[in-house]
């Protein structure tokens, strides 16, 4: 995600080259390398003017969830194994936990979905997401 917000916030008809990325992030040119991979594949990004030139957002900031950038690397959301529609579960049909399962799955996609790159970068999540901890 800080990779998609480092590359949202270079607005200047310019693109951001990896090794900014990667020193700005504080990350290595070859896990940068899987990152961009996949959000390219997810035409998330793209190369501004050829394989030398810096990347942009394929589409404006405001229009790219974070279940956008989750789906780019792990596919539909399970946070069980037995959500995911390509897992068969024997006990699905008689399991006293799926209906929790389900519905805390469904909150956390929920969740992905309302929050946009350009949320992040104005700071700004849905005040009733923002949970305070106290110890």
């Not at 700005?24 to 003017?49: C, G, R, T, V």
């Amino acid at each position: 995600m800080r990779a998609m917000v480092e590359i949202a916030q270079h607005k200047d008809g310019q693109g951001v080259f990896q090794k900014d990325i990667a020193e700005n992030q504080k990350i290595s040119i070859k896990y940068l390398d899987q990152i961009i991979s996949s959000l390219k594949a997810a035409e998330l990004i793209i190369n501004l003017k050829g394989k030398k030139s810096g990347y942009i957002l394929n589409r404006e900031a405001d229009q790219i969830t974070m279940a956008d950038i989750f789906n780019a690397f792990e596919g539909k959301m399970s946070i069980v194994e037995c959500l995911n529609p390509s897992v068969f579960c024997e006990f699905e049909t008689k399991c006293k936990t799926m209906i929790f399962w389900r519905n805390l799955n469904s909150l956390i996609s929920s969740y992905f979905e309302s929050i946009t790159v350009q949320d992040l970068m104005d700071n700004n999540i849905p005040e009733e997401f923002n949970m305070v901890f106290s110890n």
